[in-house]
């Protein structure tokens, strides 16, 4: 049978089992009780659970309070009919597999069903084991959206804000700086190695501020050349210099009234920096090759990996231009220092490839441990590649750790370090999971993806009582 996904809500990681482990919940939605009631117990005696509404208005009742994995109605019925059932509720739940039944006469109608959305569709009078065999078949052939729904699910559970997803206190914390330094009008310096989200934390900050209806403009300095930088920032008239066609406006004039990102502040030459200090201090500069001040308003967000106080020490960077960026700083943690955000990094990642290309993926135990384990020398930015490879490389639904491809980059420890990490990792992962379920051993094995002897060895090794 192919296998089913099931989420771990502690976790936030999307285990799997098949079919025969998990009890697949239909809601039989039919006016006629002696078939409703007859129907119900032999997929009962199926291995099913069955839930029974005698009409479109009970179906729908219940479908406000529980989600079932598949629904089978009569499309004829009194109070409201099958049809108008599915026209108002097939949107509502995208997890959930729609099977008709109809008789002789409405097989027209029945085709109208399935394109809105049902799976299947059968007629009366239909056998219990045809029956079975369909609710199997749309709860399989529905897995791709019903596992979108549970990860949607999980993300949107108050642990993003900003586009910056975890739950760690310095998550929350640079949340609040967002919304402090926003209130604000002064410099922003942001530090952080490369891949950590700085420009989400500029970004958050200018959307909560008053210049959230103006520009918001970035500019990186490490990927330009010293003139470059100084013709994108302030722009030139006419003959500036050679090749200099036409009058360009510089990126503060287009920024004016907005705040302008001023990305690895840390590569811009001396003459830049001083002419970028005398802007945020008076507001004021030239084009390339004009004598004409001209004034902005323009709230500069500067970001940089490198140590400016030491560049400063060694006459690299400007003391003065440091100290008037620093007003408000903030400095993000590299994800090695924050790993309780990692599983729902990944799930995010894991999101973006499923909602992209319709097939969505899962991560195996081991990958999970895998990818806690890993130093993520490139942060958030290597973690975003090293997912999308591995989802797209994978032929099946679960992502193994060998389909990461982490081996031991730079960055990671040695290999006893990283088995020592891994089995740590592990048993909390395993000791998690298994408090989330109430100590269940039957519920934790499911949520782990193994079986009940694979989780009676792993308690047994980590010593879980």
């Known amino acids: 049978m192919p296998s089913a996904k099931e989420t771990d809500s502690e976790t936030g990681m999307i285990s799997t089992e098949s079919t025969t482990e998990h009890t697949i919940h239909v809601l039989l939605v039919d006016d006629e009780e002696s078939f409703r009631t007859a129907t119900a117990k032999r997929l009962r005696l199926r291995g099913l659970q069955v839930s029974e509404a005698a009409d479109g208005e009970q179906a729908d009742a219940f479908l406000s309070d529980q989600v079932p994995d598949v629904v089978i109605c009569d499309l004829k019925m009194p109070n409201m009919d099958g049809m108008t059932l599915l026209r108002k509720r097939i949107q509502d739940f995208p997890a959930t597999a729609w099977i008709i039944l109809t008789g002789q006469a ?43 729904a549970e990860i949607r699910t999980q993300l949107h559970d108050g642990t993003t804000r900003f586009g910056i997803i975890g739950k760690s206190q310095h998550v929350q914390d640079t949340y609040e700086f967002i ?105 004021q500069f030239r084009r390339l090759g004009e004598t004409k001040e001209r004034c902005v308003d323009v709230r500069v967000v500067a970001a940089t990996l490198r140590d400016l106080p030491e560049m400063a020490e060694k006459q690299a960077f400007r003391e003065d231009l440091f100290y008037r960026l620093n007003v408000l700083p903030w400095s993000l943690l590299p994800v090695c220092e924050r790993r309780e955000d990692i599983p729902l990094l990944i799930q995010h990642f894991l999101e973006r490839h499923g909602v992209r290309t319709g097939e969505p993926k899962r991560l195996s135990p081991d990958a999970m441990v895998a990818l806690q384990a890993y130093d993520w020398p490139g942060n958030i930015r290597e973690m975003a590649n090293i997912i999308e490879r591995a989802a797209t490389f994978c032929d099946d639904y679960n992502i193994q750790a060998a389909d990461l491809q982490l081996g031991l980059k730079k960055g990671v420890a040695t290999a006893d370090g990283v088995s020592s990490r891994l089995n740590d990792v592990e048993r909390d992962h395993v000791l998690r999971v298994f408090d989330a379920n109430g100590r269940n051993k039957v519920a934790t094995a499911k949520a782990l993806g193994i079986s009940r002897m694979k989780l009676y060895r792993m308690l047994d090794q980590y010593g879980i009582d």
């Not at 085709?111 to 029956?131: H, T």
């Not at 209806?213 to 030139?236: E, M, Q, Y």
């Open 179 to 283: 919304v402090k330094a926003a209130r604000s009008d002064q410099p922003v310096l942001i530090t952080g190695q490369s891949g950590t989200g700085k420009e989400l934390v500029a970004r958050g900050v200018h959307e909560q501020s008053d210049r959230a209806s103006r520009p918001f403009v970035t500019i990186n300095c490490a990927s330009l050349s010293d003139t470059l930088l100084a013709n994108d920032l302030f722009g030139h008239v006419e003959g500036a210099y050679t090749g200099a066609v036409g009058t360009k406006q510089g990126l503060f004039e287009v920024a004016d009234g907005g705040t302008l990102f001023v990305d690895e502040i840390g590569d811009m030459s001396l003459p830049n920096q001083a002419a970028m200090l005398r802007v945020i201090e008076t507001g």
């Open 106 to 148: 409405s097989v027209d109608s029945a085709v109208a069903g399935m394109k809105l959305g049902a799976a299947d569709y059968l007629q009366k009078p239909v056998d219990a084991e045809d029956l079975e065999q369909a609710v199997r078949r749309a709860y399989d052939k529905n897995s791709p959206a019903r596992l979108l």
